[in-house]
């Protein structure tokens, strides 16, 4: 019986860069939406089940109850508490029920959230944060469709999957991640979490920094592009020198003024500048810096699914299948 996993985020996209910025509100209802039309991709390509991790306040639910196809739905045994510690835990059990493939909701943070749980399930990443560098924005009965070929094993992973890049922080024998964007910041305290002022950020380690993004990542976008791909990173340390015009949160385009940067290797480890403050990941404070801390891009993030790449690989396997 062929299956697949599903993660929605409730929290994502509804943080304090709604009150700072221009950010948009995703409400759980168009949330449900994008849920439902994902299942139905899964199903019409042959998925049978979901393993789903409850959200917690009924958007999975509202999903089902509009749910056309025949798809079993069913909740993973996990005891809620809140927090990002949820969704580490679901994709922790996916990994270990050994579902081919998973499918979230959420931005950034949320699929960082999921590549701290597991590192072997492919992911299909579906847009509904702030910044939305990692998922994809795409319709979500295209991406059921994509996770589906991949659930039946109707397209060959080599051909429709890659293993992303993540950014890894070093403190205290502690390994910690981001699959875009490190940033020191100087702030001692977590207190709201994300990050929407660019003058209390000290340095930046990116895995990514495409002129197109929006969040921090893009100030490194706007002086040396590095694409997902590319088997490099970004370094930079802001302060008194060059000034960019960066989109660092929807709506809000900002001077930056970056003091140095220069790309790094793969593997190629930087000592962090000290300072009595967090280093946030993909957006949001998480790690307080005590002491030397050092960090690197690595290609050992996720397998992330290229939904169209699935989606293009599928047609011409049938076509081939025809003309045999």
Known sequence: MAAAGLIVNPAAGRDIRRLVADAPLMS?????????RALEGLA???????????????????????????????LLPIELEGSTDDTVAAARLLEQ???????TLGGDGTNRAVACGCSQTPLVALSTGTNNVFPSLVD?????????LVATGRVDLDRAATRAKRVEVVTAG???????????VRDRFVGSRAVWDVQRVRALVLARAEPWAVGLSSIGGRLHPVGAHEPAGLYLELGEGETVLAPIAPGRVVEVSV????VLELDEDIELPACDGVVALDGEREVPLDGVASARVARRGPLVVDIRAALAAASLKEVRALDA
């Open 28 to 36: 759980h209802r168009e949330k449900a939406s994008l849920c439902l």
């Open 44 to 74: 019409a390509m042959g998925v049978e089940r979901v393993h789903a991790l409850d959200d917690g306040v009924g958007i999975l639910g509202a999903a089902c109850a509009k749910l056309r196809a025949e798809l079993a739905v069913e």
């Open 97 to 103: 029920m050994r579902v081919p493939v998973i499918v």
């Open 140 to 148: 979500g009965t295209i991406a059921g469709m994509a996770a589906g």
């Open 174 to 184: 502690r390994i910690d991640l981001a699959l875009i964007d490190a940033a020191v």
């Open 259 to 262: 003091a140095q940067w220069r």
